[in-house]
DNA sequence: CTGTTAGCGCTTTCAC
DNA sequence: GTGAAAGCGCTAACAG
């Protein structure tokens, strides 16, 4: 059984398949008969367009590409639901991909992609030599939108206030008390991580706090591993140990707690814990952790939005940043220090 | 700037078109001589295939479609990340889509799909209807896997052990000394759903225990809304009410656990609570719910591979379900009764 | 091992 | 309002 073409339609409606192409991209200038005609038709047939046909002649897919580092990861999570219900709503599919912050991954998803013809990307850099392939995009035409992560281009982006965010965070624990604050970070080609990096140093020489090297842990966003770090503080005298830490991304926060917890270190008994994003997606009661939370449904939402109105030339005005403050959520992963 | 086509590059590399169309498909009856002018010439021109244009000749298209209820539940979180992996390791692309267990919004996403020419669908159907949207898909020739959730039809699927996970949990609780146990649960028109109630009931009738219908509670698993739920249940005298809960998903754990907070009940001192699935993605130390959990990542990783095994003919064999058994996970939401 | 021809299913362009 | 012709970029089917 061979599948309806518009030429099946044309001829059951004994019209051209022009007219069936008006009919099913909704011309206006359609005698109301004849549409009816060929709505007829198309429904006895069962008449499925062909998208690839239609790409190959008009030029668009009404495909979207939303490539982030990691779908698993709740932030990201809700940033492709919120892409999805805007895309959806606007007639338009999503591909995903997972980079896993790596550069190579993302090249490669990003050729895919321009050989579907997508029409727009929403996309989280996997770092700053992400740059190249925003440049392979333009190339081909191809609007971009940034979530989250920003790069050193005229692009639209929607990202967060990751500096005031951080600086939230460390004053919650300054007025607890805490002057040693750990630092769990990413890596510095990311620049979510550079800017809570940034508010974390800027709160300590402000408030004019102790700082040392061996407190602070750099690690890749995969691997992670905070327990090495965790091993390494536990050999340092007591007073020169950190009584509160700063993670800078929800995974690490994850990690590190459960490195804690192996070292029969409690939270907040024995240290205080605060992190960037939340790792779990939905509240619980008796979620513990103290976070600054972003919206990342919205980023999605509107980022996709955003990424349509240029799609669709709505939107002509010069690329722009969206700045999202985040909100902290008291739990009870903090303790008032006792002096 | 107008982008390179074959005939591009084929001209560049003083070949014809097809030299070159079989050395982007990896043709093996070619001299390595031209396979290496034809490389120099694609590397040169920057030349990326047109994907419609190879589909609509080729009828495939390496997409394929993940149609599930909610990227954003923890569970199809997983198996969309599974299935990803997968597809991406045998060189598809995935769209990905959100039913919210509508069977329009999923007809309409299968229209879709089709029109995109998707070599293959993994699916988890919102319910008993589906059945109607895979004859769709196979009238089309698309072959489909379902995941999670079963339909009456020779097709291959990839699920849990329902019934078992059920019966564990409801053990674990039945020698924890509680016989008087409500039922959280969704729409019967889901597989997972009704063989969840059935390991419920089984267990209740194999041991004796008291049932009431009073303490049923079934709900939509968008809305949910357990509140009232809760309400109704401390309006009756303490000896007549649940002294522990199974929620037959995470979702309406989640939900449940936040009515129980709301009226001041606690977990587990004064009421028990157990769910199939987790509502958390992520185990953290600070993780309450005792649970069921399946291995939703694997039913993504796996389906998707028997599904690109069926597309590109590998596996001929009749349909199979594969079924999984999943493994309590003992936390702190669940106490001994006290006599 | 390589090339020619035709055509996939649609829409653009122009004609009437 | 509607239709005919041409062509989008590629590959199947054949030929040599």
């Avoid at 709505?314 to 009870?332: A, D, F, L, Q, W």
Wanted: with cysteine.
């Amino acid at each position: 059984m061979d599948l309806a073409t518009i030429y099946d339609v044309a001829k059951r409606a004994n019209v051209s398949a022009m007219t069936v192409s008006r009919v099913i991209n909704n011309a206006t200038n359609i005698k109301e008969a004849t549409r009816q005609k060929v709505l007829k038709a198309i429904e006895e047939l069962d008449y499925i367009p062909n998208r690839s046909a239609q790409t190959l002649t008009s030029k668009d897919s009404k495909l979207l590409s939303l490539l982030i580092t990691d779908v698993a990861n709740p932030f990201y999570t809700s940033v492709a639901r919120g892409a999805e219900d805007k895309a959806h709503e606007r007639g338009y599919q999503l591909v995903f991909s997972n980079s896993d912050e790596s550069f190579d991954k993302e090249s490669s998803y990003i050729r895919s992609a321009i050989s579907r013809g997508i029409d727009g990307m929403l996309f989280t850099p996997s770092g700053d030599s992400s740059v190249q392939n925003i440049n392979l995009l333009s190339k081909h035409h191809i609007p971009v939108v940034l979530v989250d992560r920003r790069l050193d281009l005229e692009l639209d982006m929607v990202v967060g206030d990751n500096i005031n965010g951080t600086k939230m965070l460390m004053n919650h624990l300054y007025e607890l008390g805490h002057t040693r604050i750990g630092l769990v970070t990413g890596p510095s080609v990311v620049s979510t991580t550079r800017e809570r990096d940034e508010g974390y140093n800027n709160f300590i020489k402000e408030k004019g706090l102790p700082s040392d090297e061996r407190w602070i842990f750099r690690t890749d966003l995969t691997k992670r591993r905070t327990s090495a770090y965790i091993a390494q503080l536990l050999a340092l005298p007591a007073e020169e140990r950190p009584t509160a830490f700063f993670s800078n991304n929800n995974f690490l926060a994850v990690d590190l707690l459960n490195s804690l917890n192996e070292f029969g270190i409690k939270v907040p008994e024995d240290v205080s814990v605060v992190c960037f994003d939340d790792p779990q997606p939905i509240p619980m009661p008796d979620s513990i952790l103290t976070v600054v939370r972003q919206q990342p449904y919205e980023y999605g939402y509107v980022g996709m939005e955003i990424l349509i109105d240029r799609i669709e030339g709505s939107k002509t005005s010069k690329p722009n940043t969206i700045v999202y403050t985040p909100e902290m959520i008291i739990r009870h992963s903090t303790k008032r220090l006792n002096p």
